[in-house]
Structures are given as C-alpha cells and as structure tokens.
C-alpha cells in the first residue's frame, strides 16, 4: 500500500465512516466506498484509457463525488489532474488544453457548448463524459476491479495536480502542485488548526482553485474527516449547513461571510460546534469580524498562493482584533524570508518581498523554465508581495509588487484584460486597475485611449466577455487622451489609481 493513497488508509482504519456527500443529490461516500470505487476507476483509467504516470487528465466539472474519486485514482496511478475553470470563456479554455496537453478530457455535459468552438478540444484523441463516469462509478454495483488496483511507483516530486493561475505577461501559468506538498500542506493546516477525523466542513469553493482541493479537502481527506460537497456558493443554504451539518471548521472569503452576515436567519442562528472560520483571498472588515464573533465564531486570517502551501500563514483569532489588517505567523513548516530589491534581508518594521521556503513549496511551472527560474531562486520563492513584519513576527501586506487585484475572492491581472482590450480595434492604449467595490471588495477599472473619436464603454466590455470569465471584465471604463507615463515610458499606474482615489 503507498502511502500516498490516503483513501485505501482510512478504508483499513475507518471502513464505515462516511468521508464525502454531496449536498445538492445527498449522495454519500464512505472511506470504503471511496477506495473500491477509486479502485475501479484506477483500472479504468490505466487499462481502458490506457493513462500513465504523469499523463495530463484535465476536467471541467462542479464539485461532485466523482471528481474527488479522480483525484483518489490519481494518487493510486500517479496521473496528474488538470482543473479546468468553467467560469472562462472558450478562448481561455483552448489555451489551457494546448499548453497541458491532456491523454483524457472529462467534463460535464453543461459545460460543452465551452468546449465546442475548442480546436485542442475537437483534437484530443479522448474525452470521457462525467456523466457517464458517474454511471460507471456506481456504489451499488460490485466490479472484480474494486478489490484492489497495483499502484505505480509514485516520487515525492511527481506532480498530482497542474493549476493554473493568470500570469502577470497575460497568459496562464500552470503551477506544479506535487504529492509531497498535498502531504506538507496537511501537515502545516492541522498544525495550525485543529483537524482531525472528527472534522467535519462543507466545501463550496470551486474545484478549480488550490482553494476548493487544499485548504481543506485534501488535508480532510488525509486525515480522514468528513466534508459536505456543494457545486456553488448559496449563502442562505451555506448558513443552514453550518449548523445541520455540525460544521468544525469552514473557510470562505469575506464577501461570502458578508453575504450570510446579511441573511435575516443569521441573528438567530447557532454554531455550537464550529470553532472558527478560515478567511483567505483578502482581508476582512473588522466590523464584519465583530459581527461573526457576536455570534460566537471566531475569525481566523491568512495568506495563501497556488504555487506554495496554500496554507502559508495564520492569525489567530485571539488576535483578530489586536493585530487587525495582519495576516498572522507563518504556520509550522513555511521558512520566510522579507527582503529588499537586492535580496537583503530587512529588519521588523520596513517593508519587503515576502519569500518562503519549505517542503510546501512548487517545484516550478508546467513547461515554462523561464518562469521557474524568475521566482525559484536557491530553493526560495519569490511572492511578489510587500509584505512588513511587526516586532512580534506579525506579518501585513503592504501592497502587491504584482498589479494583481482581487475581485470577490478570484485573482484578477490587468495584463490579461489589458491585451484582451487592445486586441479591439478601437483601442490604442488600455490600463486596468482595481479599485474599491462594496460588494466583491475590487472591480476592475479600465483606462483607454481610442484610436478614433468612437468612445462606448458598453462595446468594450461585450467584447471584453467574449474573451474573458465575467469577472475579469472592467466595471468601469473612462477614456483619456493618453495614458500617463513615468520616465521610461512605462504606465504610471500609481497616477492612475490616485486620480481614481481623489475622485
């Protein structure tokens, strides 16, 4: 038995407990169910298909039982699974499907008229409807396979997942997620919160973010606990769950606490058993802190990347309010380093980029040497972040090297949307920026300089949604005469969100 297929672990000790349901059919899987059904699937996999260690599988799916059986399978045959984002629009999924280049795409029927116009897609030599999985993956019918799958020979190193985040020149980057940081990620989430196999949480993040599978899935499921799948986030049925559920620890972002603060059902709603929710993707509002803690849950911070962790720093909520605006300590095993733009350590108090080292970190990027090699030097990963630290080993964000900007808890960069704008014909010039939103914290702000007297801001952004997910596209359009630029010649993009800000 490896030891990196968890599910056939917890199947010896914890048979009979039931380790994932899936709320929207109430479906259930046990540890048992999970491994013989994982089993079968391996074989499938391996035989039918004919996948190999180290072979892409990419999927585009909603949270369900069937996608958690591949990621079960994947640690049985050594694959490595590439989630898709069903929130992008056909252009962005082509691009990933080239540049991974999966053996096997699997996805829902709902999502195939995305896949559709996909040249890459029309070219993989094989696809697997997930409904049809779903059919194969029965419970209730007993295969031969079931009973036990030869698993290959799986390094610490290999890949178990490529995710892919925006890059900063425009086009995605597909993050090296490896078997040896699902286990150090564990390892560093239960150490700095309480996890164990009496945890129970509802997952409602999607599975296309390091989110929805590492902040607790993966670590859940080594442990072996229990999670509630849903497909999305409902805020008034995510408030019920917490509490039927029995719910220890959930993680979300601010505007989804704020969304369930908002229900009516929140000022009477008890959570006896949930000792803190999880905050990641930007900082909460200490009046929406105090507003969850007057309901007796706990607030705890923290910062996380796809590339390390995710699960990188932590706040305790003892000092939520003491050290508000910080993003905690750094969790066990996660070395940190703030240095200056020659790479010399800085002292408690001036601000730097935050590095980090440790076995959580990636081992680079799918097929992109270049990019490995600008943000993995000597072992230590680059954030890109200004971050400053207190005289108690507090850390804050300062501010994002990278323009990155988050717009209700999805990374948003302005050189993706910025090429998208100048690839219309009108457009001579485009800036993005983020800029306050009282609901989805950022939105997206476009600064544009017209070839032509032709200004319309709701033609822009149509042609911005044929080319990018719903969140990407600009809020807000203004037109200038030309963009202001620094001695370079470079974009000023401080003058441009202080012209916002003083507005």
């Known amino acids: 038995m490896s030891h990196h297929d968890w599910a056939a672990k917890w199947a010896v000790y914890s048979p009979d407990k039931i380790a994932l349901k899936e709320y929207e059919t109430q479906r259930t899987f046990t540890y048992a169910v999970l491994n013989r059904l994982g089993n079968r699937l391996a074989h499938q996999l391996s035989y039918a298909y004919g996948i190999r260690r180290g072979d892409r599988v990419a999927v585009l799916a909603e949270n369900c039982l069937e996608y958690v059986l591949l990621f079960v399978a994947a640690q049985k045959t050594g694959c490595i699974l590439v989630p898709i984002n069903y929130r992008l629009s056909s252009p962005e999924i082509d691009y990933l499907l080239q540049d991974a280049e999966p053996a096997l795409v699997i996805h829902e029927d709902k999502f195939g008229k995305l896949l559709e116009p996909s040249v890459t897609y029309q070219n993989t030599k094989q696809t697997w409807a997930l409904e049809a999985l779903r059919i194969f993956c029965n419970p209730t019918i007993l295969l031969p396979e079931d009973q036990h799958f030869t698993n290959n020979s799986i390094a610490d190193?290999?890949?178990?997942?490529?995710?892919?985040?925006?890059?900063?020149?425009?086009?995605?980057?597909?993050?090296?997620?490896?078997?040896?940081?699902?286990?150090?990620?564990?390892?560093?989430?239960?150490?700095?919160?309480?996890?164990?196999?009496?945890?129970?949480?509802?997952?409602?993040?999607?599975?296309?973010?390091?989110?929805?599978?590492?902040?607790?899935?993966?670590?859940?499921?080594?442990?072996?606990?229990?999670?509630?799948?849903?497909?999305?986030?409902?805020?008034?049925?995510?408030?019920?769950?917490?509490?039927?559920?029995?719910?220890?620890?959930?993680?979300?972002?601010?505007?989804?606490?704020?969304?369930?603060?908002?229900?009516?059902?929140?000022?009477?709603?008890?959570?006896p058993n949930l000792l803190y929710i999880i905050v990641g993707g930007e900082p909460m509002p200490i009046p929406l802190i105090e507003k969850w803690d007057a309901r007796q849950v706990p607030i705890r911070q923290g910062y996380g990347m796809t590339e390390v962790g995710p699960n990188l720093t932590s706040l305790h909520q003892r000092d939520a309010i003491r050290k508000k605006g910080s993003i905690g300590r750094s969790n066990f095993y996660v070395d940190i380093r703030i240095v200056d733009e020659h790479g010399q350590d800085l002292p408690p108090g001036l601000p730097g980029e935050l590095l980090l080292h440790g076995p959580m970190v990636t081992s680079g990027y799918w097929r992109n040497p270049e990019a490995t090699a600008k943000a993995i030097k000597d072992g230590w990963f680059y954030t890109g972040?200004?971050?400053?630290?207190?005289?108690?080993?507090?850390?804050?964000?300062?501010?994002?090297?990278?323009?990155?900007?988050?717009?209700?808890?999805?990374?948003?960069?302005?050189?993706?949307?910025?090429?998208?704008?100048?690839?219309?014909?009108?457009?001579?010039?485009?800036?993005?920026?983020?800029?306050?939103?009282?609901?989805?914290?950022?939105?997206?702000?476009?600064?544009?300089?017209?070839?032509?007297?032709?200004?319309?801001?709701?033609?822009?952004?149509?042609?911005?949604?044929q080319h990018l997910a719903a969140y990407k596209?600009?809020?807000?359009?203004?037109?200038?005469?030309?963009?202001p630029k620094n001695d370079t010649g470079k974009i000023n993009r401080i003058l441009l969100k202080d012209s916002t800000l003083e507005r």
């Open 157 to 271: 190193s290999d890949p178990a997942f490529i995710l892919y985040t925006s890059g900063t020149t425009g086009f995605p980057k597909g993050a090296l997620y490896t078997h040896q940081m699902l286990f150090w990620n564990s390892i560093n989430t239960a150490m700095s919160l309480i996890i164990n196999s009496e945890s129970r949480t509802v997952n409602c993040m999607p599975p296309f973010h390091t989110g929805g599978w590492n902040v607790l899935l993966t670590p859940f499921l080594h442990h072996g606990a229990y999670t509630c799948l849903m497909k999305k986030f409902e805020a008034p049925t995510v408030l019920q769950l917490l509490q039927e559920e029995g719910v220890t620890l959930f993680m979300g972002v601010p505007t989804m606490l704020k969304m369930m603060a908002d229900e009516p059902a929140f000022e009477v709603a008890k959570f």
């Open 385 to 465: 972040d200004m971050v400053r630290q207190d005289d108690e080993g507090y850390l804050y964000v300062v501010d994002r090297i990278k323009n990155m900007f988050i717009s209700g808890g999805e990374n948003v960069y302005p050189a993706e949307v910025e090429r998208v704008l100048l690839s219309h014909p009108d457009v001579a010039e485009a800036a993005v920026i983020g800029v306050p939103d009282a609901k989805w914290g950022e939105v997206g702000k476009a600064f544009v300089v017209c070839r032509t007297t032709q200004r319309n801001t709701q033609d822009l952004q149509q042609h911005c949604r």
């Open 473 to 483: 596209v600009p809020k807000y359009v203004e037109f200038l005469d030309a963009l």
